[in-house]
């Protein structure tokens, strides 16, 4: 081996010592601000997101707040009475209602075939049973209220639309979302069917959050 290629090897070596020596001491920088985080109060660290938060535009914060109501607005225990079609949908894969059950005109169900002929004040006792409430009913049929299938963008435009909405503003909204008892059978599932995934309290924040930041649509 040549001097200079000796002393190129080295040079080398010293260089990749260097740069493990470098890299070691940043983890334990990143681990001791990581650590140091982890020590700091729970209410500081509220304060810091909110302060974070606060910086960014209201456009962003409302459709994020979207976002996550989305979640709630399309999980079966809330889409299943918003479908496309004249028949609710059914269960955890959101199946198509048996018996031939249809909307009819106050969406309380067609001819003999009433929603409450199954659907009792209270849910039913057992494994699959159907859940209840005294008013279970779909959207009547000229107010159908579709939820099924609608991007978040295209949900958003019709919770928006009083044509499409029960002919609801904001506040009115608010109150469906927060206060109806047939909304909120939707957190008191029958027995075997699936949770929504956040309190009914956290989706009215962020339903309430997304309208007073100005409604803004997400982008797809």
Do not use: E, G, T, W
């Given at each position: 081996m040549s001097q200079i290629t000796k002393n190129q090897f080295f040079n080398t070596r010293k260089g990749i010592y260097l740069l493990l020596a470098v890299t070691a001491i940043s983890s334990v920088v990143v681990s001791f601000r990581s650590d140091a985080f982890n020590k700091v109060p729970a209410e500081k660290k509220t304060a810091t997101v909110a302060m974070l938060e606060a910086a960014e535009p209201?456009?962003?914060?409302?459709?994020?707040?979207?976002?996550?109501?989305?979640?709630?607005?399309?999980?079966?225990?809330?889409?299943?009475?918003h479908p496309t079609g004249d028949r609710p949908l059914q269960g955890d894969d959101s199946h198509i209602h048996t018996m031939n059950v249809q909307r009819g005109v106050d969406g309380k169900g067609l001819y003999a075939m009433k929603c409450s002929n199954c659907h009792q004040p209270q849910n039913t006792p057992g494994l699959h049973m159907p859940p209840g409430n005294p008013n279970w009913h779909l959207p009547p049929a000229d107010m159908k209220m579709v939820f099924q299938g609608k991007s978040p963008r295209e949900l958003a435009q019709t919770m928006l639309d009083k044509s499409q909405n029960g002919h609801k503003d904001y506040e009115g909204l608010i109150e469906h979302v927060s206060k109806d008892s047939l909304v909120g059978s939707g957190w008191n599932p029958a027995e075997g069917l699936a949770h929504l995934p956040m309190s009914r309290a956290e989706f009215v924040k962020h339903f309430k959050t997304w309208l007073d930041k100005g409604a803004y649509l997400p982008d797809k």
């Open positions: 209201d456009s962003v914060i409302s459709k994020k707040a979207f976002l996550q109501a989305y979640k709630v607005l399309m999980h079966p225990r809330c889409m299943n009475c």
